[in-house]
């Protein structure tokens, strides 16, 4: 869901590969990982960790993408995507793993969340090796990849049905997530229906993150930019009235000035009121 505000970035200059290159004094990069036995470059994930890490807790992030587009170098030469995550995050003492996955229509969404889950569960077993706690994990998701994030954060038995040993995930984090996926499929434009449809059918209920929400829930930081798609500014807000009805460990930030784009585009800049706050979320649940 990333539009033109990339290609007017990538006209001011902001160049992904150059901001890679002055982050190399604190930050180890390491690209193209494969988490499962194949050679598929959707099945592959890059890791940023701090400059001498010894048992930092680590995140492991979702890209968006409506569940059909984009990868883990989505205009990454450009504007960054989404390598400013991992920097951002690992200036801060904690490594990420950014990570690719299979997308609709080339397999089934439930095939698309085994990809997330295997990638957590190579983490959960090698992070170790690379000067991270396997016990300390955060999950971070933008869209599309929210939505994944919260589906897990309120239902964590599929990722336990995919290997993932879920208590030693400490918190989840969605930004600008799709919680309702009813509610998305009825906002215009039609597209939305249209997407839904493709990836889900017409069985929603199982697959929206708010068919699941209950109390009983890890520490869970939702963000949602005060520009963002009226999509979500309907739903997600609403959402979150409810969950802390229910007493759930939700903590929720609109930010100022940001639109849908700008959520994961402003990361690791001098306007980047995320990467702060995820830090800050993280050390709070790391044990």
């Not at 992030?61 to 995050?89: C, E, M, S, T």
């Not at 208590?167 to 309702?180: H, N």
């Not at 249209?194 to 963000?223: C, W």
Request: hydrophobic share 45%; aromatic share 8%; charged share 20%.
């Amino acid at each position: 869901m990333i539009r033109a505000a990339l290609l007017a970035l990538a006209v001011t200059g902001c160049n992904g590969a150059m901001d890679a290159y002055f982050a190399q004094d604190v930050v180890d990069i390491e690209r193209d990982i494969p988490y499962t036995d194949t050679d598929n470059p959707r099945q592959k994930l890059d890791l940023f960790m701090p400059r001498g890490a010894e048992h930092v807790p680590v995140v492991v992030f979702v890209h968006g993408g409506f569940w059909l587009r984009q990868d883990k170098n989505y205009f990454q030469p450009f504007v960054g995507l989404y390598g400013n995550v991992g920097i951002a995050l690992a200036r801060r003492g904690i490594g990420v793993a950014v990570i690719n996955y299979r997308l609709v229509p080339s397999v089934t969404f439930d095939e698309e969340y085994a990809d997330v889950a295997h990638a957590i569960a190579w983490v959960q077993d090698h992070i170790d090796t690379r000067g991270g706690d396997p016990e300390n994990l955060v999950m971070v998701g933008h869209s599309a990849g929210g939505h994944i994030t919260a589906l897990s954060a309120f239902d964590d038995t599929r990722l336990t049905a995919n290997g993932v040993d879920v208590s030693t995930i400490r918190g989840y984090a969605p930004l600008s997530p799709i919680l309702d996926l009813a509610a998305l499929a009825a906002h215009p434009p039609s597209e939305n229906a249209e997407i839904v449809d493709e990836v889900f059918g017409d069985n929603l209920a199982p697959y929206s993150p708010r068919t699941h929400f209950k109390a009983t829930i890890q520490p869970t930081l939702i963000m949602l930019g005060d520009h963002d798609l009226e999509s979500l500014k309907d739903q997600v807000p609403q959402a979150i009235d409810e969950l802390v009805a229910l007493g759930a460990p939700v903590e929720f930030h609109m930010i100022d000035n940001k639109d849908h784009d700008q959520i994961v585009i402003d990361f690791d800049s001098d306007d980047d009121p995320m990467a702060p706050l995820i830090a800050d979320f993280v050390d709070a649940v790391a044990r």
